[in-house]
C-alpha cells in the first residue's frame, strides 16, 4: 500500500516511467475539481449568504482597517489567526469572494496535506487530501463556516510543510540539533499566530519524525504539544489554561460571545483529525508489513510459503497491471472522487436552508421581489414569515396577499420575543414601523452579541441618523468606512452629513422620521398591538402601522377592532378594499349579522360569491371543520375564510 | 559564512540608519521658511479632538491631533517659554508629536504656556498661519494611571466588558481583567484605597460563578461572597462601605437616551476588612428611603451618599412618577476605631436644587466635593441632563451653607458623570458623551484653587482619529497613583474558585433580592 514500505522494484520502474504523467494528471484533476469546487461554492451554495446572515451565524468576524483594530490581536497567542480569519472574512460580503476565500483554504489544506504525505512516504494516502475540500463543502452547504479554526489549520499545515523541508535537509547532513532548533523556532511562531492549531503542528511533525524511525524527535515533538501552550500561553501570556490549549480549535466559542451553531462542529473537528489520523494509520501499517516480511523471512516452511505466494502474485501482478494503465488510473480516481464530492454535495444540500438564509439575507437588503420569489421554498419559520409580511407590505400586497403565506400572530411583529436575538430581521420591522427607540435597543444588543459585523453598524447608523443623533451616528460610520463593505456608503453618508447635518433632504431618513414615534411610554417591552395604536394614533399617514394593525387583528380574530378602523382608509388613500379586508369584513357580518359601513366602497361581488362557496361546501359536511378541511383548504387555502376557520394559511394547491 | 554576517549586519545598519534619517527628514522639511511672512488666517485653526485653549497636566502622552483644514501640506511647531520647540512637518493632517520631545517640553515649562503654531499650504503653494493655540501646562501632575471600564454601549447582554489601565505618561494600555476569563460575566466598579491600587475592590457578576466582590491587598486576591455595588474605601482600609442595589433597567420608546434605570430598593452597608463581616445602620438603611454611592470624607469621619425617598408602595414594578425620584445628599458621622456612627445630616435637598443629587466624590484634601446632577433618577450616564458641580467644604464648614455651583467648563449637553479626583486634588477624570452618545468617553480636567473647573481632554491616544471610530464605551475611570500589579488570571482564578469569605447580607430586601444574582443581564446592567 504504501510507496516505501511496500517499495518493489517493479513499482519503482513503473513509478519512475509514469511520475511524470501521473503528476500532470493529477495537477490537471486538481485543477478541474477545485475549479468545479469554486464554481459550485460560488453559484449553488452562495456562501455570502453566510456574511449576510447576522443574527443567524453568530460568530461571523468582522474585521476593520487600521492600528486600532489590529493591535489587541497580538496581545494573546492564536490572535493573528483569528485576525487573519476575520480579514478573509470580509471577503464574504461579495458573491465570488467567499467562494474563492473556502476554494483557497481547502487547496491549501489539500496541497500540504499531499506534501506532508509524500514526504512521510505515504504517498499512496494522498487521495485523503481530499477530505478538506469535501468536509469544507459539507460545512458550507449548511451556511457556517469555522473561519479560525481553518485558519489556524491552514498556519499549521503550511508550517509542518516548512518544517519537513527544513529537517529533511537538515538530517540529510546530520545537523539534527539545527533541526530541533528550527522545530522549537517554529513552535514559538506557530504557537503566537495560531495558539490551538500549534496543538495539530506538534503532532503532525511527530507524526512525520516517528515515521521516519526518529522516536526521541517524535517524543520530543508530542512533549511539546503540551509545554509550549502552557509555558508560551498560560506563563508568558498569562491567558488562562483552556485559552492557551483552545483558541484557534474549532471547539473554541472565543470568536463570538452566542456559541456559534454547532451544527457542522463535527465535521470541522473531524477535519482537524484527518491528518494526523492518516499518519498514524501509515505508521500503524507500516509496522505491520515490516512485521510480515520479518515474520516471512523466518518461516521455513517452504510449500506453506509458496501457497501463501499463489493469492499474493496474483494480486500484485494486478496491481502492477492497473498502475502501468496511467489513464483508466486517472478516469478511475477521477471518477471516485466525483462521487465522493457529488455524495458529499447531495447529501448536505439543504435547499429549506438555503431559501432561509436567502430570505434573511434579501430581506436585510430590502429586496422585497426575490424575498417572495424564494420564501416558498424557505422553512415555515416566525422570522421567515416577518419576513414575507415585511415584503407583503413593500410590494403594497399585505392586505389582499398575506392569507396565501403561512402565518402565525406572533410572527408579525414577534413581539413575545424581544430578548431573542435569533429573531434579527424583527428590528427592521421595527425601524420601517417607527418604533425607532425599540430597533436601536435591539440593534445594540446585537452589536454586544454578534459582534460589530457590518449589517448591525449600518443599522444603528442609521437609527441614530433618523434620531438626528449625528455626533453617535458618525462613529457607526467611522467604524463602517473601515470595513470593505460599506467603505463607499459609510464616507458618502459622513460627507452628505458635513453638508447637511440634520439630512434634511434625504428621502430615507425624512421618511423615517416622520414615522417615528413620539410618545414616551417608558416601559420594559409594551405590546405589539398597543404600540401600533399609538403610532398609528400619532400620525395617520403611517400606513405600515395600519396595515400591521389590520393584520393584528385579522390575525387575533378581533374583528370588532378590525371595523372600528376602517375609517382611516380615506386618509390613507386607499380605493378599492384590499382582498383580505373585504373577506375579513364579510366575515365579520355574516358572525355578528351586523351591517358594516363601508365609507363609499363596495365588496367584490366575487369575494361574495367566495364565502357563499365556502359556507355552502361547510354545510355540505354538516358543518364538520376536520371533514371540510381538504377542500376547503384546496379551494380557499389562501382566504381569511380560512384562516378565521382553521387558523391556517397559505395551503391552498 | 561569518563574512556573509558581516556583510549583512552592514546592510542592516545603513537601511537602519537611512530610515531614521529619511523619517527625521521627513518631520522637518517641507515647512515654511519664515512664519512670520505667511498670510494670516485671522482664526484658529480646527483640530480634533479638540485641544485648543485647554490646561494640560505636565506628565500626560503627547495630545497627538488632526489638522481639520484644507491643506495638502502641514506644519506644526509647539514651543513654550522654556525648552526646545517641536516641529513637525508633512503631507498628513495627522499630527503626532513625538513623546520624548513632548516630555522634555511639558518639563520645562510646567505652570506656563505652550503654543502649538499651525501653517497649512495649500494646493496652490500658499501657506497659511493659524492663530497660535495657546494652552497652559499644569504645575501639579495627574496620576499616573488610569483605570476604566469598556464595553460595548448596550450592556444588556454581557457582551465582551474589561476592566483596563492606562500609562497616562504614555499610551501604554493593559488588561486588567477580562469578562471571557470567567464565563461572559460582568465586571464592576473598581475602587482603590486612597488611589493605590494595592487595596482595592471590584465586583463580579457571572451566572456561572456567582456574584462576588474581589478584595486585594497587596496581591492577595479573596473572594468575598456577596455583591458590592457602589463602593468607597475609608481612608484607614479597615472598613469599605458599599451600596446594594435592586437594580431595575427600563427603555424609553422615544427620545434621544433609550435605557433608563431605577432602584426599586437599595440601602447601605460597610465591609469590616479585619472581621469579615457586614454591617449596616439604621440611618443608612431606611426602609422608606433609597441610600446609593456612599462617599468616605478623606479624613474618614463622614460617610457622604445619596438619598431618594420611596414614595411608592410596590417594590418589585418601576413607579409611574419614576421620573421624579430625586435624590438628596446626606452625610453621617462615624468613627472608624470604635465603630460608631453619628448623627445623620441633609448636605443638600433635591428640593433645594429641584434636581436629583448622586455621585458624591470628595477632594482627597477634603475641600471639594463634585457631584452630579440631572433631572431625576440615579443614573445619570443615562441622563443627558447630568451635569457636575462642586461644593466648597471649607466654606461650607464656616458658613455652614452647602452653596453649590456648576463645573461649567467641564460641562457639555450631553451627560457628564463617573468623576474620579487626582491625589493632589487638582484632576478629575470624567465620563462624558458629548462627543457622540451612546459612547462615553473620559476626560481630563484641572480643578485650580477656587474650585473653578478648565476646559478638559480627551484622553488622547496614539492615532487621534482612534475616537472617531470606536465602539465601545470607557466608563467608572478612576485615577490611581500605581498600576494595579495583580495579573488578569490571578483575578480570573480567584472569581472561577468556588471557596469565598462567606458573609451574611445585613439586610434581605423585598422582591426582588438585591445581591441575588440576577436571572437576566438585560434586567439590571447599566454601563
Known sequence: ?653 | MRRRLVHITILAAVLAVGVLGYGSYSRTRGHPDSLDALARAGRLPRIGPDYGGVVVPPNIAPLNFVVQEDGCRFYVRISGERGEAIKIAGRSDKVLIPERPWRRLLEANAGRSVRVEICVQADDGTWTRFDPIVNRIAAEPIDDVLVYRKLHPGAGAWGHIGIYQRDLRGFRESLVLDNRSFGNGCVNCHTFCNHRPDTMLLSVRSSEYGSSALLIEDGDVRKIGTRFTYTSWHSSGKVAAYSVNAVSQFFHSSGAEVRDVVDLASYLAYYVVEEGVTKTAPDIAQKDRLETYPAWSPDGRHLYFCSAPMTWSQRNVIPKDYDQIKYDLMRIAYDVERDEWGPLETVLTAEETDRSILLPRISPDGRWLVFCMCDYGCFPVYRADSDLYIIDLEAAAQTGRYEYHPLAAANSDQSESWHSWSSNSRWLAFSSKRDGAPFTRTYLAYVDAEGNAHKPILLPQKDPTFYDSYLRTYSVPELATEPIRTTKETLARAIRRSESISVVPPITMATPEAGATPPQPWMTERE
Open chain 1, 1 to 653: 500500500m504504501l510507496s516505501r514500505s511496500g517499495g518493489s522494484e517493479e513499482k519503482a520502474a513503473v513509478s519512475a516511467a509514469s511520475g511524470f504523467s501521473a503528476n500532470l494528471g493529477s495537477c490537471v484533476r486538481s485543477a478541474i475539481f477545485f475549479c468545479a469546487f469554486y464554481v459550485y461554492l460560488w453559484r449553488v451554495v452562495d456562501v455570502r449568504l453566510i456574511y449576510y446572515a447576522a443574527g443567524m451565524v453568530s460568530d461571523f468576524p468582522a474585521f476593520f482597517r487600521g492600528g486600532a483594530f489590529f493591535r489587541p490581536f497580538l496581545s494573546y497567542p492564536g490572535g493573528l489567526a483569528e485576525y487573519l480569519a476575520a480579514f478573509l472574512a470580509q471577503w464574504f460580503a461579495f458573491p465570488w469572494g467567499g467562494a474563492l476565500i473556502v476554494t483557497l483554504q481547502a487547496w491549501l489544506l489539500a496541497a500540504c496535506t499531499g506534501a506532508v504525505l509524500d514526504t512521510a512516504g505515504a504517498s499512496d494516502l494522498r487521495w485523503v487530501r481530499f477530505a478538506f475540500p469535501i468536509g469544507l463543502l459539507a460545512v458550507c452547504s449548511h451556511y457556517t463556516y469555522p473561519f479560525v479554526a481553518v485558519t489556524a489549520m491552514s498556519i499549521a499545515w503550511t508550517a509542518t510543510c516548512l518544517y519537513i523541508a527544513i529537517a529533511s535537509r537538515l538530517n540529510e547532513r546530520g545537523r539534527h540539533a539545527e533541526c530541533m532548533l528550527a522545530f522549537g523556532a517554529l513552535s514559538i511562531g506557530v504557537y503566537y499566530i495560531a495558539a490551538g492549531g500549534y496543538l495539530l503542528f506538534a503532532v503532525l511533525c511527530a507524526g512525520y519524525a516517528l515515521l521516519q524511525g526518529r522516536w526521541r524527535v517524535g517524543g520530543a515533538c508530542l512533549a511539546s504539544a503540551v509545554a509550549v501552550p502552557y509555558v508560551l500561553g498560560v506563563l508568558v501570556f498569562r491567558v488562562s489554561v483552556e485559552m492557551a490549549y483552545t483558541v484557534g480549535m474549532p471547539s473554541s466559542s472565543r470568536v463570538g460571545f452566542a456559541l456559534p451553531r454547532d451544527r457542522l462542529s463535527g465535521i470541522s473537528a473531524a477535519l482537524v483529525l484527518v491528518l494526523p489520523l492518516t499518519l498514524g494509520v501509515a505508521g500503524l501499517w507500516r509496522i505491520a508489513a515490516h512485521r510480515r516480511r520479518h515474520d516471512v523471512r523466518e518461516t521455513e516452511e517452504e510449500p506453506r510459503r509458496a501457497r501463501r505466494r499463489g493469492p499474493a502474485a496474483l494480486a500484485r501482478a494486478i496491481r502492477v497491471w492497473y498502475e502501468r494503465r496511467g489513464v483508466l488510473r486517472w478516469g478511475l480516481g477521477s471518477a471516485v472522487l466525483l462521487g465522493a464530492t457529488a455524495a458529499a454535495a447531495f447529501l448536505s444540500h439543504d435547499a429549506v436552508q438555503k431559501a432561509t438564509f436567502q430570505v434573511h439575507s434579501y430581506a436585510c437588503r430590502r429586496m422585497w421581489p426575490e424575498v417572495l420569489q424564494v420564501a416558498r421554498s424557505a422553512s415555515r419559520s416566525y422570522s421567515t414569515m416577518n419576513a414575507v409580511n415585511r415584503a407583503l407590505y413593500h410590494t403594497g400586497r399585505l392586505g389582499s396577499e398575506m392569507f396565501a403565506w403561512p402565518q402565525h400572530a406572533d410572527a408579525l411583529l414577534l413581539s413575545g420575543q424581544d430578548q431573542d436575538m435569533t429573531f434579527w430581521t424583527k428590528f427592521d420591522t421595527q425601524m420601517d414601523l417607527g418604533l425607532i427607540n425599540a430597533a436601536q435597543k435591539n440593534y445594540t444588543e446585537c452589536l454586544e452579541v454578534y459582534g460589530p459585523h457590518p449589517l448591525i453598524l449600518e443599522r444603528l447608523a442609521l437609527a441614530n441618523l433618523v434620531k438626528g443623533n449625528a455626533g453617535g451616528a458618525r462613529i457607526y460610520l467611522g467604524a463602517l468606512s473601515k470595513t470593505r463593505s460599506h467603505a463607499r456608503w459609510a464616507n458618502d453618508c459622513i460627507a452628505r452629513l458635513e453638508a447637511d447635518p440634520t439630512l434634511a433632504t434625504d428621502e430615507r431618513i425624512v421618511q423615517w422620521r416622520s414615522v417615528c414615534m413620539k410618545e414616551d411610554s417608558p416601559t420594559i417591552f409594551a405590546p405589539g398591538e398597543g404600540q401600533l395604536q399609538t403610532l398609528l394614533r400619532e400620525n395617520g399617514r403611517n400606513r405600515m402601522a395600519f396595515e400591521y394593525l389590520m393584520a393584528t387583528y385579522m390575525l387575533n380574530r378581533q374583528l370588532d377592532k378590525f371595523v372600528a378602523l376602517l375609517d382611516r382608509l380615506d386618509a390613507l388613500g386607499y380605493g378599492a378594499f384590499p382582498r383580505h379586508f373585504e373577506e375579513a369584513l364579510l366575515v365579520y357580518a355574516y358572525a355578528t349579522r351586523r351591517s358594516v359601513f363601508l365609507h363609499g366602497r363596495q365588496i367584490d361581488p366575487q369575494n361574495r360569491q367566495r364565502i357563499e362557496q365556502f359556507s355552502q361546501t361547510l354545510n355540505r359536511h354538516n358543518k364538520d371543520r376536520q371533514a371540510a378541511l381538504r377542500e376547503l383548504a384546496a379551494d380557499h387555502g389562501d382566504s381569511y375564510f380560512f384562516y378565521n376557520l382553521y387558523g391556517l394559511s397559505g395551503v391552498k394547491r
